[in-house]
């Protein structure tokens, strides 16, 4: 079955910067979108950044634009969220996901595959 393997993440302080890598397996993954969400403790998952796979064309919540770059290499079936300028309110798991679509990227219901997560934590 399909796989989405997340790593890279940690314990950093803030204004450090962390690459979130995830790797894809048993998944077309040219012809996926891929998303990245974080899910604080006690908050809902929440959309982070998506790049589709039609054009390459990047998306970002407000509160990461700016600080965070999507990217993919198909090549590898991988793609990274690089991080910088952390503040203590990115603390959260984030979690890789594969959608089919290259609409409505923000929402989770477009995503049909999720990994496991990696935590992210960023002390003050």
């Known amino acids: 079955q399909v796989q989405l393997v997340e790593s890279g993440g940690g314990l950093v302080q803030a204004g450090d910067s962390l690459t979130l890598s995830c790797a894809a397996s048993r998944l077309p993954f040219r012809i996926y979108t891929m998303g990245w969400f974080r899910q604080a403790p006690g908050k809902e998952r929440e959309f982070v950044s998506a790049?589709?796979?039609?054009?390459?064309?990047?998306h970002y919540a407000d509160s990461v634009k700016g600080r965070f770059t999507i990217s993919r290499d198909n090549a590898k079936n991988t793609v990274y969220l690089q991080m910088n300028s952390l503040k203590p309110e990115d603390t959260a798991v984030y979690y890789c996901?594969?959608?089919?679509?290259?609409?409505?990227?923000?929402?989770?219901?477009?995503?049909?595959?999720w990994g496991q997560g990696t935590q992210v934590t960023v002390s003050s």
């Open positions: 996901a594969a959608s089919p679509t290259v609409q409505a990227l923000a929402v989770r219901q477009a995503y049909d595959y």
């Open positions: 790049i589709s796979w039609s054009r390459g064309n990047t």
